[in-house]
């Protein structure tokens, strides 16, 4: 069973387009949910995670958009660089230690020139 | 600061063959744990460490063991290599476990014949 659903698969966009990766998940227990970004040869590095009191969390050009009562979260990037082509995997796992940290299947981002 | 450190980084073994995979950290984390990623799949748990002497099974323990003896290092060992243990590992450590940011290696390719 699935624990946490990430779409699309894969995403095009072109250069200063807004990247939108979306995450759906269905144990309640879950309440930490960080989004991790990996580069092609490397291991992945946390990007910027969410608890669920807040709806919405932005570091630069990073948002993330939570929403409890659909169980869902993205990832929003605004003004998209190449530079920001990657894999992205969402993440949710509860604070008590009870459920164990449990990715999305990842989400290749292209962003063209 | 090297961070996590995994060696080998690509590894070729035939079927029934046995080896260890190294990690190391040098941040003094509490938590490490191994994880493999296969192509849509995104990544899975093996085993994990919350300290010293202290280890545990994650999402797919099986044919693999693991041992922390001391702080820095956390090293997975195949038993008796599969096929479907082709893979890339990732070793990642964390100050005090899943729900802080989680500092990944650069992986081993393994390939089993």
């Known amino acids: 069973q699935q624990q946490v659903k990430q779409s699309p698969q894969s995403l095009i966009v072109q250069k200063g387009g807004i990247s939108i990766i979306n995450c759906a998940y269905e144990n309640t227990a879950f309440d930490y949910f960080p989004w991790y970004q990996q580069f092609p040869g490397k291991g992945p590095a946390l990007l910027i995670a969410i608890r669920p009191d807040v709806s919405e969390k932005k570091e630069g050009r990073f948002t993330i958009s939570f929403n409890k009562s659909a169980k869902q979260f993205s990832l929003h990037i605004m003004d998209s660089q190449p530079g920001d082509s990657a894999t992205y995997f969402c993440a949710a796992s509860s604070a008590g230690g009870s459920e164990k940290l449990v990715f999305g299947k990842g989400t290749k981002l292209t962003v063209n020139p | 600061n090297a961070g996590v450190t995994q060696t080998p980084k690509f590894q070729v073994l035939k079927t029934g063959q046995s080896m260890t995979l190294q990690c190391a950290q040098d941040?003094?984390?509490?938590?490490m744990s191994w994880y493999r990623q296969d192509p849509g799949m995104g990544l899975r748990l093996i085993h994990y460490?919350?300290?010293?002497?202290?280890?545990d099974q994650g999402e797919v323990p099986n044919g693999y063991n693991v041992s922390r003896s001391t702080t820095e290092d956390f090293p997975l060992r195949l038993l008796s290599a599969a096929p479907s243990q082709t893979s890339v590992y990732f070793c990642?450590?964390?100050?005090?476990?899943?729900?802080?940011?989680?500092?990944f290696g650069n992986g081993t390719r393994l390939t089993v014949t």
């Open positions: 990642a450590s964390s100050p005090w476990g899943q729900n802080s940011p989680l500092h």
């Open positions: 460490s919350v300290g010293a002497g202290i280890t």
């Open positions: 941040m003094n984390h509490e938590y």
